[in-house]
């Protein structure tokens, strides 16, 4: 559980059939300056967690539109934190404290 202290911002990500997370343009630029993540199962969320760039690994955030929405596909994290395939849209919490995006997955 995140503690009220710990979140300094909530948005809504969006989570696909094919296993991608998709975050708006704003947010991404925001929490994900380097456009490059690790994606980390923990019980029931996921976590998102920003990487310097894409020279040190991780997943790509692609742009999919003109807006400049990101995507990733993390399809392979969510298999490990889900039993089925979560899809929608879902209110996620910035954890300050340990630099993460927390998405919950479960039902």
């Keep these: 559980m995140v503690e009220p202290a710990d979140v300094t911002r909530t948005t809504t990500v969006e989570l696909t059939e094919g296993g ?45 539109n003109p807006r400049g929405d990101r995507a990733a596909l993390v399809s392979e994290a969510l298999r490990q934190c889900a039993d089925e395939q979560p899809v929608g849209a879902r209110r996620a919490v910035w ?11 479960g039902p």
């Design 20 to 64: 991608s997370v998709w975050i708006g343009a704003d947010d991404a630029a925001e929490m994900f300056p380097g456009d490059a993540l690790v994606a980390l199962p923990r019980g029931d969320e996921l976590w998102l967690v920003p990487l310097v760039g894409t020279h040190a690994g991780g997943l790509l955030l692609k742009r999919r």
């Design 95 to 105: 954890d300050a404290a340990h630099g993460a995006l927390r998405v919950p997955v």
